[in-house]
């Protein structure tokens, strides 16, 4: 019903930046929160940044003062400017969206990228 399409990951040397997007489509009636997670082999996903439809935001402390997350509302789509980018960073990312269906009914799903590769060389 709701589909959420990552692109904008890749390899990239350490200092260096990437720009993620995430566009969702489909029976979209609002969409709440927004956000972005990551996940590096042998860990488990962790929240990067999430931001709601009204534009507060969330970071993780370890992105802070490098990431920064911006919503179209009228286009459906998050993004996340990655500056500054470490080693540590390397992982795929997912974004997801809290939405409403246009369906009649009130109640918010969680939707999920299908994750797209972020490789920072040292």
């Known amino acids: 019903q709701v589909q959420l399409v990552e692109s904008g990951g890749g390899l990239v040397q350490a200092g260096g930046s990437l720009r993620l997007s995430c566009a969702a489509s489909?029976?979209?009636?609002?969409?709440?929160?927004m956000g972005w997670y990551r996940q590096a082999p042998g860990k488990q996903r962790e929240l990067v940044v999430a931001i709601t439809s009204g534009g507060s935001t969330n970071y993780a402390d370890s992105v802070k003062g490098r990431f920064t997350i911006s919503r179209d509302n009228a286009k459906n789509t998050v993004y996340l400017q990655m500056n500054s980018l470490k080693p540590e960073d390397t992982a795929v990312y997912y974004c997801?969206?809290?939405?409403?269906?246009?369906?009649?009914?009130?109640?918010?799903?969680?939707?999920w990228g299908q994750g797209t590769q972020v490789t920072v060389s040292s």
């Open positions: 489909g029976s979209i009636f609002s969409i709440n929160a």
């Open positions: 997801n969206a809290d939405v409403r269906l246009n369906n009649g009914g009130s109640y918010v799903y969680r939707y």
